[in-house]
Nanobody, 129 residues
Framework: VQLVESGGGSVQPGGSLRLSCVVSGYSSHSHCMGWFRQAPGKAREAVATIYARGSAWHADSIKGRFAISQDSTETTVYLQMNNLKPEDSAIYYC?????????????????????????WGQGTQVTVS
């Protein structure tokens, strides 16, 4: 399983970016996909997750500004980021899993654990300044 993120970059406060993540090598038809981020000196945190294109969860810190979505083939997940703030600066990681834990977390509208996700991308840098 391979996940490749793209779309990161530098933007001024109030600007927008759209991250994309393409997953390949996944045999499971329905699986969870999520975006996480890690700022320097801080723990990695969940930003948004989605399951089967219908159920989605967003962290309170980004709710109303960011939106996760998935294409019809469920091979690409997006994170539309609007009204970016300096505190959004971080490396953003895409993750995927087909397990029960990530599915329950998303459908229950709660934050996932990092351990709910087995497959991770390399990350893409987002800098807001």
């Amino acid at each position: 399983v391979q996940l490749v993120e793209s779309g990161g970059g530098s933007v001024q406060p109030g600007g927008s970016l759209r991250l994309s993540c393409v997953v390949s090598g996944y045999s499971s038809h329905s699986h969870c996909m999520g975006w996480f981020r890690q700022a320097p000196g801080k723990a990695r945190e969940a930003v948004a997750t989605i399951y089967a294109r219908g159920s989605a969860w967003h962290a309170d810190s980004i709710k109303g500004r960011f939106a996760i979505s998935q294409d019809s083939t469920e091979t690409t997940v997006y994170l539309q980021m609007n009204n970016l703030k300096p505190e959004d600066s971080a490396i953003y990681y895409c993750a995927a899993d087909s397990g029960r834990e990530c599915t329950i977390a998303t459908m229950s509208q709660r934050a996932p654990s990092l351990s709910d996700y087995a497959y991770w991308g390399q990350g893409t840098q987002v800098t807001v300044s």
